[in-house]
């Protein structure tokens, strides 16, 4: 189904786009006829992404070296995509995680994850709303997560980060309907990343597969998503196929929130 919604023509921003979720859904719009930016604040993984797309035959992807956290770059990154044509759609990827509880959370870390999470989707956000008003409207997806509206353990900073995307989300999709500027979130439950891996790595060393299996069946399904699966949502929602969608929180969570016990 995910062939049907084609985005030809249209230039798409995507950061974080050097690996998981972001990789997949650049992957996934390249193929669907978009022109991809890819941005990531790690250039050579950027990279990567661009090699996959141009082996696969997506039309030519273009790497933006950029920190999402620091306003005068991504305002002139940003603005030289917009010179270049147009921004129809921004899918705001780029994030980081953190583990512990609100006694155990620094103040450094609650600012790292309140950084990356809040204020870099605010800035890129910030940055697309003109060139996409000037052009007739666009569309901005940002990644939330169940941790926006369910209570997860150890997850203090990274909820309120995800809560944060999510009001954002809400409010911009309010204040520039006029506009016809979409904005929509999808709300993940746990997805299989490089993350995650590493996560098994350094906290469960020699217990991989154990602790693998345990997160895995936290989803009703009995098992993690896949980024590409989160790619497939994202191409539908950023695609003309569903221009009746805006401020609207989809959950992609395997039955957590409805299946549970």
Do not use: W
């Amino acid at each position: 189904m995910a062939e049907n919604f084609r985005l030809d023509g249209k230039a798409a921003i995507v950061t974080g786009a050097g690996s998981g979720i972001g990789r997949a859904i650049s992957r996934r719009f390249a193929k669907n006829g978009a022109k991809v930016y890819l941005v990531d604040i790690r250039k050579g993984q950027a990279e990567e992404t661009a090699e996959e797309i141009t082996v696969a035959g997506g039309a030519g992807p273009v790497v933006v070296q950029c920190d999402v956290t620091d306003g005068d770059a991504i305002r002139r990154e940003f603005a030289k995509i917009a010179a270049n044509g147009r921004i129809d759609i921004l899918v705001n990827s780029a994030g980081v995680s953190s583990i512990g509880r609100i006694e155990t959370t620094s103040e450094d870390e609650f600012e790292r994850v309140f950084q990356i999470n809040v204020k870099g989707m605010f800035l890129c956000m910030q940055a697309v709303i003109d060139p996409m008003r000037k052009s007739g409207g666009g569309v901005i997806l940002n990644l939330a997560s169940i941790a926006a509206t369910a209570g997860l353990s150890d997850r203090f900073a990274y909820s309120m980060s995800k809560g944060a995307v999510l009001s954002m989300t809400l409010s911009v999709a309010k204040d520039y309907l006029a506009d016809k500027i979409r904005c929509n979130a999808i709300s993940p439950a746990r997805i299989h990343t490089p993350f995650v891996d590493a996560y098994l790595k350094e906290r469960y060393a020699g217990h991989e597969e154990e602790m693998f299996e345990k997160l895995s069946q936290s989803q009703p399904v009995g098992r993690m998503g896949l980024p590409e699966e989160v790619a497939s949502l994202a191409l539908f929602l950023c695609s003309d196929a569903a221009t009746f969608f805006t401020g609207a929180d989809i959950p992609l969570d395997g039955g957590f929130f409805n299946l549970r016990g």
